[in-house]
């Protein structure tokens, strides 16, 4: 096999197929540029020396095939230096170019850029302009906020004493506390500078203070009257007390003044003496015009029942007149003759008689 | 006589002129190229200096060579060597300042090309800035109308 090949090379070469040598490495180096893309373009540019570098490839490819290394490689370098000069000077040609439609691009730029920061800055002065008076509205609307939430706490506060003032905490507990926590909370949320939240708590607090008063009210009046009608009965009593006969209780009914020996035997008008009785009843009825007063009469067992109910009736009519004629209204007034019917002593002796001859003066309550 | 020694004395002096002439021109010629290399060398030194980047290594180091053939090409009367590896200096210079014109070029374009992209960034911030303001002016325009 070896042999064989040796043959067919020696054969080759004794029928001159051997062709010419290969180009060197400049010539390739050469022929590569020039064939390039980029070679029209710079033959373009610079004729001249693409010329050159032509005529210098041809002179190195015609020493070549002479055999002349030496001077194949002298015209192959001219040839590639004069063809590379072709390329730098198109090279920089394109960057020249390239810098010029920068620099255009950057004074373009430039003149877009001062009219976009020339509307910049008037955008800026108008935005802080209004931001400013949104940030100054914002206060105002802050403040005012603030100044409506403590209103509301305020009045929170004063429905929820009025409350307490009409003894919700007795009579209406549970609003109460609702309006009580709800002012907690309101005045939690204005302490953190929520005033909305305040505002709507503080409402809250209101509606359940109102609901307590609401609640509590007519309790409260019925207490008061009744209060009121304590210290009328004291003030009464007081005052019945102050009659140097007779004895004064309170009872169911009232202030219940018992006037004993107010008649002579069998009469029925008023002695002297229980005239000044019924005038000094009469003072007090007059310092309490709410008060309306029952007069009741009543006699001992001597003689009939019949005789001693019609008796009592005239002297209980006579004690109203008495008391009418003192300036105290007869729609004060009623006029009752017991009769012998309610002895409070024993009618067997002298004594017990004398007490069941009484005339009672009941100033009634107007709330029982 | 006077005419032959004339003619003596003239052949005798128009070859000593022409001898002289020879001479001359001999030592005019090497002058020259002697110059020549001197302004290569001169060339070459300033291309070395102004080469910052050292984009030209190779070749100077390979015309620095031509330059030490030349100057023994010259000493050695080797003349047409020496026209060939005159004629290389030169095609060299020539090249190596096209190299480095090309590098200033190349930079001046990508400063420029820097400068422009700068420059529309630039532009495309102011832009966005403009947008977003006039947005917000609208904004604020709308409730301050309320």
């Known amino acids: ?49 693409a010329k050159d570098a032509d005529a210098e490839y041809e002179k190195s490819v015609k020493a070549h095939e002479d055999g002349d290394a030496d001077l194949a490689l002298h015209h192959a370098r001219l040839a590639n230096m004069f063809w590379m000069t072709a390329v730098y000077q198109s090279q920089a040609t394109d960057a020249e170019n390239d810098a010029n439609n920068s620099a255009k691009s ?15 800055d008037m955008l800026t002065t108008s ?24 209103a509301k706490l305020d009045a929170a506060l004063v429905a929820i004493k009025e409350a307490e003032g009409l003894d919700a905490e007795r009579h209406a507990p ?5 309006a009580k926590k709800a002012l907690a909370d309101a ?22 203070a109102a609901q307590a008063k609401a609640t509590a009210a007519p309790l409260h009046a ?98 109203l007149t008495a008391l009418t004629e ?11 003759g017991k009769g012998q019917s309610e002895p409070i002593a024993d009618n067997r002796t002298k004594a017990g008689r004398a007490q069941n001859r009484r005339v009672t003066v009941i100033f009634s309550r107007v709330t029982e | 006589m006077k005419t032959r020694f004339s003619f003596v004395t003239r052949a005798v002096g128009l070859c000593a002129a022409a001898l002289l002439w020879i001479g001359a021109g001999t030592a005019l010629a090497e002058d020259t190229t002697q110059e020549t290399i001197n302004a290569f060398t001169v060339d070459i030194q300033s291309i070395e200096s102004s080469d910052a980047e050292k984009v030209t290594t190779t070749e100077l180091g390979l015309a620095k060579a031509w330059l030490g053939e030349a100057q023994a090409q010259l000493t050695q009367d080797r003349e047409e060597e020496l026209a060939r590896t005159v004629k290389r200096i030169r ?21 420029a090309r820097k400068k422009a992209a700068d420059a529309a960034t630039a532009l495309k911030k102011a832009k966005a800035d403009v947008a977003s303001l006039e947005k917000e002016l609208a904004t604020l325009s709308k409730k301050e109308e309320k």
Do not use: W
Request: hydrophobic letters at 40%; charged letters at 25%.
């Open chain 2, 91 to 111: 095609a060299s210079i020539a090249m190596m300042k096209a190299k480095l014109a090309k590098g200033v070029a190349v930079h001046k374009a990508d400063a």
């Open chain 1, 222 to 319: 019925a207490d008061e009257a009744k209060r009121v009608s304590r210290d009328e009965d004291d003030a009464i009593f007081a005052e019945a007390r102050k009659i140097s006969v007779g004895s004064v209780s309170v009872t169911p009914r009232g202030i219940t003044l018992v006037l004993p020996d107010m008649f002579e035997k069998r009469e029925t008008k008023p002695t002297v003496q229980a005239q000044a009785e019924i005038t000094q009843v009469a003072a007090i009825a007059k310092k309490f015009p709410k008060r309306s007063l029952i007069i009741e009469a009543h006699t001992d067992s001597t003689g009939g029942k019949s005789a001693n109910l019609s008796l009592s009736q005239a002297r209980a009519d006579a004690v």
């Open chain 1, 326 to 336: 003192n300036q105290i209204p007869p729609s004060r007034l009623t006029a009752i």
């Open chain 1, 127 to 150: 935005v802080t302009r209004l931001r400013r008076i949104a940030e100054l509205e914002g206060k105002v609307a802050a403040t005012e906020s603030q100044a409506g939430a403590k």
């Open chain 1, 174 to 178: 549970d609003a109460l506390n609702r």
């Open chain 1, 1 to 49: 096999m070896r042999s064989a090949g040796i043959s067919l090379v020696v054969l080759c070469v004794a029928m001159g197929c051997g062709g010419p040598p290969p180009h060197t490495a400049e010539m390739v180096t050469f022929e590569d540029s020039r064939n390039g893309n980029y070679a029209y373009a710079v033959a373009a540019r610079s004729p001249q020396l």
């Open chain 1, 106 to 120: 950057y004074a373009d730029s430039s003149k877009q850029l001062e009219a976009a920061n020339a509307q910049r």
């Open chain 1, 187 to 208: 005045n939690a949320a204005f302490a953190a500078k929520d005033f909305s939240g305040a505002g709507r708590f503080a409402d809250l607090a209101t509606e359940g």
